[in-house]
């Protein structure tokens, strides 16, 4: 498989972590949109939301808990943030890999 957030779960290609357990990476976006911008992703090659299976909630669930967490140590968790999932070509999604861009430290347009 040649996907790069395999690659970098596997630390075949470095990255900024902030974050790891058995199931969750998290690392700060090459090209941030916003002051804070880290990807959330599994470390389970799932290739988008439409390719989540009923047996991946708890993992879903550890990625929103992982993200809160990033969130209070980026200082971000009283002042707002975002947590925003693109599925597919049209929303976004340029990485065939599910990730989760947590987005804050500034003012946010409304979506």
């Known amino acids: 498989m040649d996907c790069v957030f395999c690659k ?3 630390k075949e290609i470095p990255a900024k972590i902030v974050y790891e357990d058995n199931n969750v990476l998290a690392f700060e976006d ?3 949109k916003t002051k804070v ?3 959330l ?20 669930g550890d990625i929103f808990l992982s993200a809160v967490k990033i969130a209070r140590e980026k200082g971000i968790s009283e002042t707002g943030f975002r947590i925003v999932i693109n599925h597919g070509k049209d929303a976004g999604q340029t990485i065939n890999h599910l990730h989760f861009h947590l987005l804050g430290g500034e003012k946010l347009p409304f979506a």
Request: charged share 35%.
């Open 37 to 39: 911008h880290i990807l």
């Open 41 to 60: 992703i599994p470390k389970k090659h799932i290739s988008s939301t439409a390719d989540l299976k009923p047996e991946d909630k708890e993992l879903i």
């Open 30 to 32: 090459i090209e941030p």
């Open 8 to 10: 970098i779960a596997k």
